[in-house]
Every structure is written in structure tokens, then in C-alpha cells.
């Protein structure tokens, strides 16, 4: 257990509905981090925040998705109108500091059906 | 961030040391080397980083080559719990992502 926790930890979703996910860091953390994860690839960069804004964002991060950490502290991603190709493992991870490692929590498994 | 090369898979007996290969040839100087590794269904999970020098935790040794084209990450005494996918990634100091590749699947053998 790093710290790091997610919620839920699976999700299976119909093709077109919405679905959020949260996360909460290490509580000293100030860098927040998402990533995807598909099957038998490395995770990949989503987006980061430092505190409560959001500072790079991946092409990956289509228009559908929207995440937020309102007062700097846990953070959600939402993705609106999923499709089959969102299924994947969603990772949130968090550091402190400039070059701290990142401490990732156990992922969210979402299906869309 | 400079592209990094590691073989697919590696096997390893129990009781044994296990030394994962990186080739990092396009590397800048102002990039470390990050080693994380992922356990199956588990997020990843930090090993080690280093700079110029060769680098030793609880976990592991971390051993960059002179030109910093390339590096060994070393567990000492290999445990089926490190049965996992180990990555080596080059990060760009102050850079916030991480960038996974494929990484290297080992696997320890009883």
C-alpha cells in the first residue's frame, strides 16, 4: 500500500454512459498524476496538477475526458460517452517535489461494454 | 525524453542476482534514469534513480555506464515476490511525466 488510493476500483460501464473516477493522494503530495494503462503496454501520461491546477495535458486526453482536484487535494476524472476504446487501467499517482518518484495507487479497471 | 531499450522478458532462479539491461544511447545530460516496476495488477511501483553515479537502495543497485548510454539494474538476492515488469525510464529533470515503454517481464524461477 503506497498511499495512494483509488476508487472504485473496477467499473463496468455500457457503451455511452458517463463514468468518474477519484483519487486520493499522499496527503503532503502537491503533484497529482493520471495515466491510462491498456492491456500488455506501459501506462501512458495523461495529465498532471500542481495543487489545484491542472499544468500538461496528454493528446491522449480527448474532449471527453475532464479531470479536476478542487482545493488541491483529491482528485476525479470523469469520461463522458465512453467507448469500447476507453476500457483500460486508469493509475493515479502523486510526488512531492520536483524530482520525487511518483507513488501510484492500484488503478482503476474499467470495462465498457 | 530519450527512448529506452529492454529486453521483452528475462528468467532468473530464486536465491540468485538479477540483472535487468537498459540501453538509454540518446540520453542528455540533464536526464536521470528511473527504474519502477509493476507487479501484476498493482500500480507501479518506484526503485531507484540515478544521475552519473551508481545508486543502492533496500531494493536495489542501479549501475550507469561511464558514457550513460547504458545501465544494469541489479537485484541482489531475487524472491518470487519480485516476479513483475521492470521499466526503465528516462526522465528529463524537472519534467513531471513519466514515460513507460514495453519494459522487461522477469520472472523468478523457484
Known amino acids: 500500500d503506497t498511499g495512494v488510493s483509488q476508487d472504485p476500483r473496477h467499473k463496468i460501464t455500457k457503451r455511452g454512459q458517463n463514468v468518474t473516477f477519484r483519487c486520493d493522494p499522499i496527503s503532503e503530495h502537491n503533484r497529482l498524476y493520471w495515466y491510462r494503462q491498456t492491456l500488455g503496454q506501459g501506462p501512458e501520461f495523461l495529465t498532471y496538477?500542481?495543487?489545484?491546477?491542472?499544468?500538461?495535458k496528454s493528446r491522449l486526453l480527448s474532449d471527453r475526458f475532464s479531470a479536476e482536484r478542487p482545493k488541491g487535494s483529491f482528485s476525479t476524472l470523469e469520461i463522458q460517452r465512453t467507448e469500447q476504446g476507453d476500457s483500460a487501467m486508469y493509475l493515479c499517482a502523486s510526488s512531492l517535489g520536483l524530482v520525487g518518484e511518483q507513488y501510484f495507487g492500484p488503478g482503476t479497471r474499467l470495462t465498457v461494454t | 525524453d530519450a527512448k529506452t531499450t529492454q529486453p521483452p522478458s528475462m528468467d532468473c532462479a530464486e536465491g540468485r542476482a538479477a540483472n535487468l539491461p537498459c540501453n538509454h544511447s540518446?540520453?542528455?545530460?540533464?536526464?536521470?534514469v528511473y527504474w519502477y516496476r509493476q507487479i501484476h495488477s498493482q500500480g507501479p511501483q518506484y526503485i531507484i534513480h540515478?544521475?552519473?553515479n551508481n545508486e543502492t537502495n533496500e531494493m536495489a543497485s542501479l549501475i550507469i555506464t561511464e558514457d550513460r548510454k547504458s545501465s544494469t539494474l541489479i537485484l541482489p538476492h531475487a524472491t518470487l515476490r519480485d516476479t513483475a515488469v521492470y521499466y526503465c525510464?528516462?526522465?528529463?529533470?524537472?519534467?513531471?511525466?513519466?514515460?513507460f515503454g514495453q519494459g522487461t517481464r522477469l520472472t523468478i524461477n523457484p
Open positions: 540518446t540520453i542528455s545530460g540533464n536526464e536521470y
Open positions: 525510464i528516462v526522465r528529463l529533470q524537472g519534467a513531471q511525466k513519466l514515460v
Open positions: 496538477f500542481q495543487n489545484e491546477a491542472q499544468l500538461e
Open positions: 540515478g544521475l552519473k
